[in-house]
């Protein structure tokens, strides 16, 4: 990256984190102090696979803290299409009218994924089910505030970060220090492009506040969700540990080798490349998910 850049964006955006237990995931509120516009980031939808139930506390929460606060919603952002929860864009898009957006690389996961799914012809893989897809470098604004796209795949082929004002939201690239850095297993993924990503947040101010997607409580802590382009440098596990490409490669495959794939996954992923909307009512009203059997070659199993 260059130092121009790797320059700070104009503006101290508030940041409220919203901590899902059940997934691990952190929905953001992201906030223009000057002009009360906002944006919401990673929204959630609540889903139990037991039942089978969907409902919206953790979308309407984000939604009575911006009511609270007096804010105006702008946007409704996605990093990447989850594949441990259920996105919530949907939902939120259909209540409020607030466009939503995603990276444009979104359709080819559609394409992946619409083949894994065997889903018709009649499913759309240009990325239409969200109002506005970014490229990399793209600028836009919430308020005042100046945002700027990142590339940062690695993860999944399509995801982005978003640079807003002195922050940056870098979902599943690093976790906390403590927990190092995301699995890149998952179809599509890549540990050589999540380790070039890392190295491009890496490069960004050292007083970044680096706001990440998930934690897991390793050793039951409290749940955390901000560090800084510093503190990552100087103590995340996997980068203090792993100095090189190569290094950080070998221990990122072999730590993926013996993860289970996430609960959610073959859940996840139908709704998420929809933009966070079920799957249409057939004949007797009623919404159904796809499993596809055997679809997902070499994932552990989860005891």
Same mark, same amino acid.
């Given at each position: 990256? $260059? %130092?121009q850049a790797a320059a700070s964006l104009r503006g101290h955006p508030i940041v409220t984190g919203?901590?899902?237990? @059940?997934t691990g995931s952190i929905q953001? =509120? =992201?906030a223009d102090p000057e002009t009360k516009r906002?944006? +919401? +980031?990673d929204p959630v939808l609540d889903f139990d696979p037991k039942s089978g139930a969907t409902v919206t506390r953790s979308a309407d929460a984000l939604l009575n803290h911006i009511a609270q606060?007096?804010?105006?919603?702008?946007? +409704?952002l996605d990093t990447h299409p989850h594949a441990d929860h259920f996105s919530a864009a949907g939902y939120l898009? %259909? $209540?409020t009218g607030v466009p939503t957006a995603i990276g444009e690389k979104v359709v080819e996961v559609q394409k992946l994924w619409k083949g894994l799914y065997n889903l018709p012809d009649t499913f759309r893989t240009e990325g239409s089910q969200w109002d506005r897809l970014f490229a990399d470098g793209e600028r836009f604004r919430i308020g005042n505030l100046d945002a700027e796209v990142m590339f940062t795949p690695g993860h999944t082929l399509a995801s982005i970060a978003y640079r807003i004002g002195d922050a940056a939201f870098i979902h599943d690239t690093l976790f906390m220090p403590d927990s190092g850095?995301?699995?890149a297993d998952f179809p599509g993924g890549n540990a050589h492009a999540l380790w070039r990503s890392i190295q491009r947040i890496m490069a960004l101010p050292e007083d970044t506040r680096l706001y990440t997607g998930h934690d897991y409580r390793p050793d039951g802590r409290d749940a955390a969700w901000e560090s800084t382009v510093a503190q990552q440098r100087f103590e995340n596990r996997h980068l203090t540990e792993n100095r090189t490409e190569d290094a950080f490669v070998r221990m990122r495959e072999a730590r993926d080798r013996g993860l @289970?794939?996430?609960?959610l996954i073959l859940h996840a992923l139908q709704v998420n490349i929809r933009g966070g909307r079920l799957p249409e009512p057939e004949a007797n009203g009623k919404r159904y998910l796809k499993i596809p059997l055997n679809a997902l070659e070499g994932a552990a199993w989860d005891e």
């Amino acid at each position: 990256m $260059t %130092d121009q850049a790797a320059a700070s964006l104009r503006g101290h955006p508030i940041v409220t984190g919203f901590y899902d237990a @059940p997934t691990g995931s952190i929905q953001y =509120v =992201v906030a223009d102090p000057e002009t009360k516009r906002c944006a +919401i +980031i990673d929204p959630v939808l609540d889903f139990d696979p037991k039942s089978g139930a969907t409902v919206t506390r953790s979308a309407d929460a984000l939604l009575n803290h911006i009511a609270q606060e007096g804010y105006a919603l702008e946007w +409704i952002l996605d990093t990447h299409p989850h594949a441990d929860h259920f996105s919530a864009a949907g939902y939120l898009h %259909d $209540t409020t009218g607030v466009p939503t957006a995603i990276g444009e690389k979104v359709v080819e996961v559609q394409k992946l994924w619409k083949g894994l799914y065997n889903l018709p012809d009649t499913f759309r893989t240009e990325g239409s089910q969200w109002d506005r897809l970014f490229a990399d470098g793209e600028r836009f604004r919430i308020g005042n505030l100046d945002a700027e796209v990142m590339f940062t795949p690695g993860h999944t082929l399509a995801s982005i970060a978003y640079r807003i004002g002195d922050a940056a939201f870098i979902h599943d690239t690093l976790f906390m220090p403590d927990s190092g850095s995301a699995r890149a297993d998952f179809p599509g993924g890549n540990a050589h492009a999540l380790w070039r990503s890392i190295q491009r947040i890496m490069a960004l101010p050292e007083d970044t506040r680096l706001y990440t997607g998930h934690d897991y409580r390793p050793d039951g802590r409290d749940a955390a969700w901000e560090s800084t382009v510093a503190q990552q440098r100087f103590e995340n596990r996997h980068l203090t540990e792993n100095r090189t490409e190569d290094a950080f490669v070998r221990m990122r495959e072999a730590r993926d080798r013996g993860l @289970p794939m996430p609960k959610l996954i073959l859940h996840a992923l139908q709704v998420n490349i929809r933009g966070g909307r079920l799957p249409e009512p057939e004949a007797n009203g009623k919404r159904y998910l796809k499993i596809p059997l055997n679809a997902l070659e070499g994932a552990a199993w989860d005891e």
